[in-house]
């Protein structure tokens, strides 16, 4: 059981050193091909107009802050749906804005 506990160890090192590294990495995973944008949604910077991921936090490009979008649950099935949204499109429970 020893051995076990080292490795766990060794493999929080590891991770904590990759994280380090992976700040470095990241400009090189924005370079996305063209065509593979399909799989994540994107938004409009609000400060530069820069288009960036969705689940972004911050601007790729001037690092301003993105407001992440709103989603509400619906009350009957669950379903995450964009906040605003009137009727919900998995089961078309009428859904309660509230302000
Ligand atoms: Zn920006
Ligand atoms: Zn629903």
Partial sequence: METMK?????????????????????????????GGAAAAPLV??????AHVPSNSKFCAECGGKIAKSKT???????????AG????PSCG?????SK
């Fill in 44 to 49: 409009v910077c609000p400060n530069c107009g």
């Fill in 72 to 82: 509400t649950k619906c009350p009957k099935c669950g379903e995450e749906v964009p």
């Fill in 6 to 34: 080292e490795s766990a160890k060794e493999l929080g090192k590891s991770s904590g050193a990759g994280l380090g590294a992976g700040m470095v990495l990241i400009p090189q995973m924005m370079q996305q091909p063209a």
């Fill in 85 to 88: 949204t009137k009727f919900c």
């Fill in 93 to 97: 429970k009428k859904m309660t804005v």
